[in-house]
C-alpha cells in the first residue's frame, strides 16, 4: 500500500541525480554479472554547447557501464545522405546495440528520416514508429521507451509504485518526444491521463483535480500554486534556460517550484530532477537492447 502525504507534510523532493546514480549502478552490474559489452553509437551534427555537454555525458555514463561507447562528431554542414549512410552502417555493424542521433540537427537534415532509417531493435531513443506503436498499443514488453518519460515515470513510480489505478493523471504538452508518450505510459499503468496544451481552455481548472501531474511545454513556472491540488505528486520535465536577478544564466523548470512545492506530497527540482534520468534510462535502454539480441525472446 502507497501512503500518500497530507498537503501539511514536507514534500518529498524527488533527487534525479541520486536515482540515476542507483539505475547506473545496476546497469554496470548486470553488464558484469551476465558478461555482456553492450554497444553504443551516439551521434552529434554541428556544434550546439548543450548538445555537445549532453552527448559527453552520454559517453561518460556508457563507459562507467562498461559498455563499448562511440561518438561520431559530424560538422554542421553534413548532408542528410551522408548521416543516413552512417545510420547503415551502425545498423550492420555487430558490436553496436544501441544508435542515438542527438537532437536537434540542423535546418538541412529531415529529423523524422533519419530517426526512421535506425534499426527499431537499436532504436535506444524509442523514436522509431515501430517503438511508437508499440507504445500507443501498450505492447511495452516489446518497445524501446523514450527515456525522459521512462526516467519520469520511474520517479512516480517511487512514490505511488507501479499501479496507478484510481489516479488522475494530467500532462501538460503534447510533444512526441515526451508529452504523448507520456500519457501512453501512465495510461498503462491503468491511470486516468488527460493531455493539455497551448490551446486548452482553463488548464489551472483541469489540473487541479490532478493526483499526478507532469509538466512538459517548455514554458518557464507556467505551474503556479493554484494549479494544484494538495498532496499531488509534480514532475517537472521542463528545462529553460533564463536570466536570473543577478543577471547571470539560471536553468528553471515549468513549475514555480518554490509556490507549488508546499503544496506537493512529491516534487522533482530543476536542475536535477528528471533531467539526469534521461541518461540513466539510455543505458537501461542500451543494456536492454543487448540483451534482446543476446537472447532475441527476452
Ligand atoms: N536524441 C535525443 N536528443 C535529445 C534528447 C533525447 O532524449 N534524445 N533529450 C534532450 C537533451 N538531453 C539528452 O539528450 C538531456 C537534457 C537534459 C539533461 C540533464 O541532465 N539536465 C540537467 C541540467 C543540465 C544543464 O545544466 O544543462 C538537469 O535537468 O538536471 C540530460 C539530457 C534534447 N535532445
Redesign the pocket.
Known amino acids: 500500500m502507497t501512503i500518500a502525504p497530507s498537503s501539511s507534510d514536507k514534500p518529498r523532493i524527488l533527487d534525479?541525480?541520486r536515482t540515476a546514480s542507483a539505475l547506473v549502478d545496476e546497469v554496470r552490474e548486470t553488464v558484469e554479472r551476465e558478461g555482456l559489452t553492450p554497444g553504443l553509437a551516439v551521434v552529434l551534427v554541428g556544434d550546439d554547447p548543450?548538445?555537445q555537454?549532453?552527448?559527453r555525458?552520454?559517453g561518460r555514463r556508457a563507459e562507467a557501464c562498461g559498455f563499448l561507447s562511440r561518438q561520431y562528431d559530424l560538422p554542421a554542414t553534413t548532408t542528410q545522405a551522408d548521416l543516413l549512410a552512417l545510420i547503415e552502417s551502425l545498423n550492420s555493424d555487430p558490436d553496436i546495440h544501441g544508435i542515438?542521433?542527438?537532437?536537434?540537427l540542423p535546418a538541412q537534415i529531415d529529423a523524422d528520416r533519419v530517426i526512421q532509417a535506425i534499426a527499431p531493435d537499436k532504436d535506444v531513443?524509442g523514436?522509431h514508429y515501430l517503438n511508437v506503436g508499440r507504445l500507443a498499443t501498450g505492447t511495452i514488453d516489446a518497445a524501446l521507451l523514450?527515456?525522459?518519460p521512462k526516467g519520469a515515470l520511474h520517479l512516480i513510480e517511487q512514490v505511488l509504485g507501479a499501479d496507478l489505478s484510481g489516479k488522475r493523471a494530467v500532462v501538460i504538452g503534447r510533444s512526441n518526444?515526451v508529452g504523448k508518450p507520456m500519457a501512453s505510459l501512465l495510461l498503462a499503468r491503468n491511470a486516468t491521463v488527460t493531455v493539455i496544451h497551448s490551446r486548452t481552455p482553463s488548464p489551472a481548472e483541469i489540473c487541479r483535480q490532478a493526483d499526478i501531474v507532469v509538466a512538459a511545454v517548455g514554458v518557464p513556472g507556467l505551474v503556479t500554486g493554484d494549479w494544484i491540488k494538495p498532496g499531488a505528486v509534480v514532475i517537472d520535465v521542463g528545462?529553460n534556460r533564463v536570466e536570473g536577478e543577478d543577471g547571470k544564466g539560471k536553468?528553471v523548470g515549468d513549475v514555480d517550484f518554490d509556490a507549488v512545492a508546499p503544496l506537493a506530497s512529491a516534487i522533482t527540482p530543476?536542475?536535477?530532477?528528471?533531467?539526469?534520468m534521461?541518461?540513466a534510462m539510455?543505458m537501461h535502454n542500451t543494456l536492454q537492447a543487448a540483451r534482446r539480441r543476446s537472447a532475441p525472446s527476452s
Open positions: 534525479g541525480k548543450a548538445s555537454v549532453y552527448v555525458n552520454k542515438l542521433v542527438q537532437l536537434p531513443d523514436f523514450p527515456c525522459t518526444i528545462i536553468l530543476v536542475p536535477g530532477g528528471v533531467g539526469p534521461t541518461i539510455l
